[in-house]
């Protein structure tokens, strides 16, 4: 898949054995797959470029996506299910959650029914239109919980993109990043792609991640290609995913 004329490659020629820890291939309960059939084509899609190895993350957004860890472990369940029907054993799926910071968030932190990632993750998000109000006193509850914050897709809120010292300030907060691959080009827009670039190459990323929802984005990560010099700062982050989520 490489690119001959041009310094640029193909991303997807540097994610064999990658571990994806934010993805929406669980079917039935959010906006990603609908249906056991589309997350088995998710998931052969993936393996054709060499990723086996998941950490499904559904939305738990109150009003909208309500999920439990009860339901989210049956859509689990129906998937594995399918995995073992269809003999596919190289390929590895666990279950956490993508948790909206919302006025429902504390609550559930509280009642333990949020979805870890390896017991000591809590993969978080913010609306994309403002900021959670709550957000600061969300991640004190969150540490005094003893798990550590990723804030996932941080390129993606609009609303920080004239503001890096507020990155810099969740940082400091003991907040981790996660970058959707999809930003590295223009799927979200060119200042999503320049956000994420900048977070990059100031080495404020911690893990990376695809969120991808359908075989749409799916199609546009495996055309997706990246210069060498953001693939020099990119190369150790999909290492440290790989390391931390194996």
């Given at each position: 898949m490489f690119h001959i004329f041009s310094k640029k490659r193909f991303l997807v020629d540097y994610l064999d054995s990658f571990v994806d820890i934010h993805n929406h291939i669980l079917p039935g309960i959010d906006d990603g797959a609908k249906t056991v059939e589309d997350s088995m084509a998710l998931i052969r899609g993936f393996s054709s470029i060499g990723v086996h190895k998941f950490v499904a993350t559904p939305h738990i957004m109150h009003n909208y996506y309500d999920n439990k860890p009860e339901n989210i472990q049956k859509s689990l369940i129906l998937l594995k299910n399918e995995l073992l029907k269809n003999e596919l054993k190289n390929v590895s799926v666990e279950a956490s959650a993508e948790h909206m910071i919302d006025d429902n968030f504390e609550a559930i932190l509280e009642k333990g029914e949020v979805m870890s990632l390896r017991k000591d993750y809590l993969l978080i998000e913010m609306s994309y239109l403002q900021p959670s109000i709550n957000f600061d006193e969300a991640?004190?509850?969150?540490?005094?919980?003893?798990?550590?914050?990723?804030?996932?897709?941080?390129?993606?809120?609009?609303?920080?993109?004239?503001?890096?010292?507020?990155?810099?300030?969740?940082?400091?907060?003991?907040?981790?990043?996660?970058?959707?691959?999809?930003?590295?080009?223009?799927?979200?827009?060119?200042?999503?792609?320049?956000?994420?670039?900048?977070?990059?190459?100031?080495?404020?990323?911690?893990?990376?991640?695809?969120?991808?929802?359908?075989?749409?984005?799916?199609?546009?990560?495996?055309?997706?290609?990246?210069?060498?010099?953001?693939?020099?700062?990119?190369?150790?982050?999909?290492?440290?995913?790989?390391?931390?989520?194996?």
């Open positions: 991640i004190q509850k969150i540490a005094s919980k003893r798990y550590f914050p990723i804030l996932a897709h941080p390129e993606r809120y609009v609303y920080l993109h004239n503001n890096f010292a507020k990155y810099e300030r969740y940082k400091r907060q003991g907040v981790l990043f996660q970058m959707n691959l999809l930003s590295l080009g223009e799927f979200y827009g060119k200042d999503v792609q320049k956000t994420a670039f900048q977070l990059l190459n100031h080495g404020l990323i911690d893990f990376v991640g695809s969120d991808v929802h359908n075989l749409r984005q799916l199609n546009h990560l495996k055309e997706l290609t990246v210069t060498n010099k953001i693939l020099k700062s990119l190369l150790p982050v999909i290492e440290r995913t790989i390391y931390n989520f194996y």
